[in-house]
């Protein structure tokens, strides 16, 4: 291009000059600058939209400070999280994001980063608009052009869903542990010794009995199978652990505590590790025993038939035996009643649970003996057991001969439920006297406690989650003008305060339900008994139910208007605050700015083995595992600068010598006025209990998961009162069905079930939920893109309190591949059948077309030995030929069958060659046309040599 521009230069065409040239190679030269540096430029300004676009659509959120603290850069996710736009806050301080407190902890981290040029990853909560939400953060160093780190690039993840999940799996591992014991299959594991390592509550039953003298963890896993097929066992674990991942399935006898042998079919996993090497072998069988036992009894029946009815009888025998000891050597009293007749049989116990002889109370009506506690009389309690088929349970009270009374429980149960009149009854007899009258004197302890806050000048009041109160003292009420207790139940501060003090209470309170710390005497403005306002020091602290959920508060309000002002006061409420913390179970402590021991509650010889005096004047930390003295001392500091109270979990070194983990929230003293720190309250309760647990628990549930995984089953549980239905990731996929389409509900199920096995599966669900017992079925099942599958599916009945069915829950198992295995195996079976049935017709023809020319053979042979010496030579050649021919033709008949034989044995090789195919469709034709049937039917035509044979006429 550039030669072609000089060239317009001149008029006529020449070679240009070595100055020209020279001139040209630079103007070329620096084109080609100008055209990589604009290249460079697009390739930057590409690179640059394209990192941007990256962080722009990131969905964590991103910032960046300098040391100082500064914002210099954040994405629109982050500024969105804060209500502007990421313009509007660029050069804004760090303090204008967070509280004060976690302002200057992030900024620590951004320092830090910068000076120490490594990266640090923290997981912690803000309230985010009014909400706790968990974030993970990463602060990574950020260098300049010169290389050196001058700004921390902030990484925010939002892990809130992840914190919630890990509450959600713990709460689901009761559940998943029912479902896994629930198994009609064995479910165990071993190491690669062969060791068990885990087994469920069907294996251990079956054969637990073999492993009583060590247990089954210190078992060896081939003592539960038969000592002929260890080395069967043996080959399958050495496939499973070459091939992980892969099912080997193999058939096994076990011993039977009766002395006989069983058979399970077992399938074998193997299991890795991290490394990807064999680290377990997971099994999971089941007894097909019965399958294997009833091809023996089906021979054997007659034989035995004599023999079972013998152990029968000798087992019903043994049964009554067993029965009849139980009764009579049970502790509770058990009697046999006849609605009409009254009492007819009683066991030992209820004879000294009375104190009478029988003769006094056979024949008599149980009516005599008890009377019942409440309005409805034993006579109509037998009534309603009889009438309604319905097992009862009633307290009664019955008088000795002595005078003296006892309190009974009694169950009634009918005899015979399917009878359409009842005339038996089971009664069973506890004695609960101690128990009623614990139960009185747990009545009287309420009462007396009640008492007691009623008579206690400081308001008590408990409240719900929702503000509402649901229990105060008769001062509390009288506060806020209400004459008793109950009229404020229900009622919240802004319907009892005026809207500041309600505001006030509000707030305190909601932040202890987020964080769950407690609000410790703190000073407020409150109501006083006469409705003027008062200086009260409160305390409120989280109420939880059994399972650690918080479900309300507690608060104790003390009027300390006076206090304020006498010192005596003062001095009396310091000894109940002493007398409270020397009572409690936890270990409450005070400390030096330092942290060393000033005082210890007796509780720190229970928790720590250490009594009171000897930790006063040592510093904590010569107690503390080294492993978290770093965090201690961070904890420790933060609450030093920080107005908070603060909890942390770490160990403690016992007396003993062994390590206890303590949850110690403490809380910081300050001087009147001034924020210097006199001194550091502590409360400490012991977790080792709950640390354990959550381990155990994440170690369970992942073994759980593999377990179902492994064994590809579906659990499911439905609700029996409100017919809801839960399935697993499992079933959804055995049904086919997506998550999105399964809506919870028992019909969801019914509707895919195959319209021909319903009638027969749904009487055998309600049987199981009638009778509490065990299901089991096999049934097909329609997916959504209509395939068939065939199901296995077992349940367990689970009762509720009241002895109804609540719920059943089980397992199910896609078995198709077996089903289609089975009709395999039998068309398989019908196609063999037609095969013999086509050799033995080929044998008959076979047999048949070689009597054809043995006939001949023999007839023309009989002729030669008979007339012989009247032939002359050509008629003896004539008859010796046709031998021949005869002989060639079964020769021919026997290597067809021969060829067909190697054809079907598959030992023909394939040898293809040339041939005329003209002359074998002549050859073919000469041969039909030698039939009579065929002859002049049949035109065939050559198109190369165009010679035409035959003639059709149909």
Known sequence: MVLG???????????????????IQLAAHLAGLAIRRQQAEDELRASEEKYRSLVESADASIAMFNAAGHLLYINQIAARALGAEPEALIGSPIEQFFPPPIAQHHLEHIQQVISSEQGQVTESANILQGQERWFRTSVQPVRDASGQVTMGLIFANDITEFKASEKAL???????????????????????QGYHTYWNRKFESEFGWLYAAGGIGHGFALASISEHHHERATEATERCVADPGQIVRVELDTPKQDGGIGTTLWEFICLTDNQGLPHEIQCMGVDISDRKQAELALQEVNARLEQRVIERTTELERTTNRVEAIINHSGDGILLLDVHQGIQQANPAFHALLGQPAQHYLGQPLSAFCQAEGKTSIDA??????????????????????????HMEINLAPVHHAASAVQNIVCILRDVTERRQAQLAIAEEHNLLRTLIDAVPDYIYVKDRHHRMRFNNVAHARSVGFDSPEAMVGKTDHELFDAELAEKFWADEERLFQTGEPILNTEERSLGGDGQIIWALTTKVPLRNLNGELIGLVGITHNVSQLKASEAALRASEARYRL???????????????????FASPSALKLTGYAPEELIGRPAYDFFHPE????????????????????????????AGHYVWLETTSHMIREVGTPAVQEIIAVSRDVSERKATEESLKALSQRLALATLAGNIGVWDWNLRDDSLFWDERMLGIFGMPAQDFDGTIQTWQQVIHPEDGPTLHPLVREAITNGQPFEGEFRAVRPDGQIRHIKAHGLVLLGADGVAERMVGASMDITAVKEAEQTLRLALEKEKEVSELKSRFVSTASHEFRTPLATILATTETLTLYRDRMDADQVAIRLDRIRQQVLRMKA????????????AHRVAFQPGPGNLDQLCQAILEEFQSQDEYRDRIHYHNALSGAPCGLTTT
């Open 381 to 406: 309690i037998v009534a309603e057991v009889a009438g309604l088929h319905q097992t009862r349970q009633v307290e009664a009270r019955a008088v000795r001969p002595d005078g003296s009374q006892l």
């Open 893 to 904: 008949m026997m290597d067809d069958v021969l060829n067909l034989a190697r054809m079907q």
């Open 580 to 598: 409270l913390a020397e009572n409690v179970t936890d270990l409450i402590s005070r400390h030096t700015p330092e942290g060393n021991y000033t």
């Open 170 to 192: 713990r709460q689901s591992e009761e559940r998943m542990r029912g479902l896994i014991q629930s198994q009609t299959a064995y479910v165990l594991r071993t190491n690669m």
């Open 628 to 655: 978290d003295v770093a965090a201690i001392t961070q904890s420790h500091q933060t609450i030093i600068e920080t107005p908070v109270i603060y909890t942390i979990t770490y160990r403690f070194r016992h007396k």
């Open 5 to 23: 521009t000089f060239a317009l230069y001149y008029d006529l065409p020449r070679s240009p000059t070595r100055a020209e040239l020279d001139l």
